[in-house]
Every structure is written in C-alpha cells, then in structure tokens.
C-alpha cells in the first residue's frame, strides 16, 4: 500500500471539501431551524452529499464524455453557482418569497441548498472525484481506496458540523455573522479562481501557474 498515494488523495479531497469551511455555511444556513433540528440537519446535508459525489464517482466522467462536455466547461458553471451563492453569505438573505415560505414549510430544505451543495459538493469537490477517479488512467482498486477516503472526509466533516453548535454558543449570533461574511469573501475568490481555472483548461486563458500548487494540481500531474 503507497501511504504517499494516500496522503495526497486525502489532503485533496479534504482540500476540496473544506470541512472547516463548511461551519460558516452551516451556521448561516440554520439560522431560522428550530435547535433540536441541527443534528438532524447536518446529517441529512452530509448523506446528501455523500450521494451526490459518491454518483459522480461512479459515473461522473461517463456523463461528461456522454454528453460531450468539457471539464472546465463544468468548472466554469459550477463557480458561478457557487459565485452566486457567496454573494447571499455576504449581503444577507435575498431569497423570493416562494423560497422563503417554502423554507418555512420544512426546516430542512436548507440542508440541500446551500449546505450539502455548493458547499460540501462544491463545484471543486465533485470536479475533483472526476479527475481522481479517471476511468481511463485509475484502476477499479484504486478508485475504491478514493471512496473509502471520500467517505472519511466526509464524516470528519459531520462531526465538525455536530460540534457548530457548541461554537456557535462561544461566538455568538454577532461572531457568526462576521465568519459568515469573511467566509462570503472567500468563497467568491474560489468561485472566480475556478471560473478562471475552468478557462485556462478551455484556452481561453493562459494563466502563469499558482506560486503554490495545490494538492489537486499535485494529484493530477499538471
């Protein structure tokens, strides 16, 4: 077994995932859910997205080729959605009125939008289970061990999203709102830097390479 191999897998989709990231997000996104619900929130975002990438695993690259769609042309999409989602952590709820009574009809509905996606299946994550997982250099092994460390993230995250709670008490309704907003900021420099990512890989763009390589950058040979 390469340990190296591993390592490296695991601190790309940790990367990718970012589940000390997703705290923000989940603190923002259970502002309006009654408190005994959190647990069960955070659970259902977690499976959902755990389903949502473990399908792109399986079949992800096959629906890409199938349809004849372009990596970056995905990576493209995917940080305007998640460029449109920052924007909301930054200037607040700006959610219709159908969505926010929809909202108030199940407290959960937040655990899919924005919590399971774009945040835990972000764009990157599940661009990254593509390029991890390529059918064409990657045996059936080798994206089994990526499963398995997939599934690890994600329950580390789970267990960060169960413990918010208690640092949401510490911080307070002000401290969340303030990491909620600096975490709006970052999100959209990731959002444009995967926009841009997405058209260096189409051409579009000739970008000079990051000071630092990222562990996606690493894991893929580029």
Do not use: C, Y
């Not at 997000?25 to 997205?49: E, G, S, T, W």
């Not at 399986?58 to 998640?82: C, K, N």
């Not at 059936?140 to 949401?168: E, R, S």
């Amino acid at each position: 077994m390469d340990w190296t191999f591993l390592v490296r897998e695991f601190v790309t989709l940790f990367v990718v995932i970012d589940p000390v990231g997703t705290i923000p997000v989940f603190l923002f996104a259970v502002q309006a859910v009654p408190a005994k619900l959190h647990r069960r929130f955070a659970m259902r975002a977690v499976a959902i997205a755990a389903l949502v990438l473990l399908l792109f695993l399986v079949g992800g690259q096959f629906l890409l080729e199938t349809l004849g769609l372009r990596l970056g042309s995905f990576q493209i999409a995917g940080g305007i959605v998640l460029f449109l989602f920052a924007l909301t952590m930054i200037f607040g709820e700006a959610k219709p009125v159908h969505e926010i009574q929809e909202a108030e009809r199940d407290h959960l509905a937040g655990a899919v939008f924005p919590l399971a996606m774009p945040s835990i299946a972000s764009p990157g994550a599940m661009l990254a289970i593509v390029i991890l997982t390529d059918n064409h250099t990657e045996t059936i092994a080798d994206q089994a061990i990526t499963a398995g460390l997939l599934l690890l993230v994600l329950l580390l995250t789970l267990v960060l999203l169960l413990m918010a709670g208690v640092i949401n008490r510490i911080i307070g309704r002000t401290g969340a709102s303030v990491i909620s907003r600096v975490m709006g900021i970052v999100l959209v420099t990731i959002a444009v830097d995967s926009i841009m990512g997405g058209m260096d890989m189409l051409g579009i763009l000739d970008l000079a390479p990051a000071g630092t390589d990222s562990p996606l950058t690493q894991a893929t040979g580029s």
